[in-house]
């Protein structure tokens, strides 16, 4: 996503060179301090949830009610099996305002506030959620902040456009397509 949009990955770079100023290495306190590079990395994990969709088997009822259609609640028994399509969820135009569009800024703490906690599920949620989370995302703020540090993401013309399939997890069926060079 950082190289279909370069004015986010320069913003990431110019957060990076303030919190590392000439520091090699990113270390664990400068974690935090990138807020912007953690907006880009969840608007990629919402547009491109790594798991789009999850089930659970249901240990008591669920009873829920439409908000957009005039129909009667409907409730799932004790036992059901219950999908959650976090690929449509993350798309869910109710939630999110223009959700095909890449927006970093759907993540500041303002923006965070307004939404219901299960708006954004890339982990799942609940006592099932992903246990390696903090982890995933702490290496990835690592491993993309040290590539854009040094060499910048894009596509052109003649870049072809990532396949995407759906399966267990979300990925490519013909590669990542992007290209790099050295800043």
Same mark, same amino acid.
């Given at each position: +996503?950082?190289?279909?949009?370069?004015?986010?990955?320069?913003?990431?770079?110019?957060?990076?060179? &303030?919190? %590392?100023?000439?520091?090699?290495?990113?270390? $664990?306190? *400068?974690? @935090?301090?990138?807020?912007?590079? @953690? +907006?880009?990395?969840?608007?990629?994990?919402?547009?491109?949830?790594?798991?789009?969709?999850?089930?659970?088997? %249901?240990?008591?009822?669920?009873?829920? !009610?439409?908000? @957009?259609?005039?129909?009667?609640?409907?409730?799932?028994?004790? =036992?059901?099996?219950?999908?959650?399509?976090?690929?449509?969820?993350?798309?869910?135009?109710?939630? $999110? &305002?223009?959700?095909?569009?890449?927006?970093?800024?759907?993540?500041?703490?303002?923006?965070?506030? !307004?939404?219901?906690?299960?708006?954004?599920?890339?982990?799942?949620? =609940?006592?099932?959620?992903?246990? =390696?989370?903090?982890?995933?995302?702490?290496?990835?703020?690592?491993?993309?902040?040290?590539?854009?540090?040094?060499? &910048?993401?894009?596509? *052109?013309?003649?870049?072809?456009?990532?396949?995407? &399939?759906?399966?267990?997890?979300?990925?490519?069926?013909?590669?990542? +397509?992007?290209?790099?060079?050295?800043?």
């Amino acid at each position: +996503m950082l190289a279909q949009h370069p004015e986010y990955q320069q913003k990431c770079r110019d957060e990076l060179e &303030e919190v %590392l100023k000439d520091k090699e290495d990113i270390d $664990w306190s *400068d974690l @935090t301090k990138l807020q912007y590079l @953690t +907006m880009c990395i969840k608007e990629t994990l919402r547009i491109r949830p790594p798991v789009p969709a999850i089930s659970r088997q %249901l240990d008591q009822p669920l009873t829920f !009610k439409s908000k @957009t259609h005039n129909v009667p609640p409907t409730t799932l028994a004790k =036992g059901s099996f219950a999908g959650v399509q976090i690929f449509s969820l993350h798309r869910n135009v109710h939630v $999110w &305002e223009e959700p095909e569009v890449f927006n970093p800024d759907r993540f500041t703490q303002d923006n965070i506030k !307004k939404r219901s906690p299960h708006a954004f599920l890339p982990f799942s949620a =609940g006592s099932r959620n992903c246990i =390696g989370q903090n982890f995933a995302m702490n290496e990835m703020k690592i491993a993309v902040g040290q590539i854009i540090r040094k060499y &910048e993401l894009y596509i *052109d013309d003649d870049t072809p456009d990532t396949v995407m &399939e759906t399966a267990l997890v979300l990925r490519s069926t013909n590669g990542i +397509m992007i290209k790099i060079r050295k800043i």
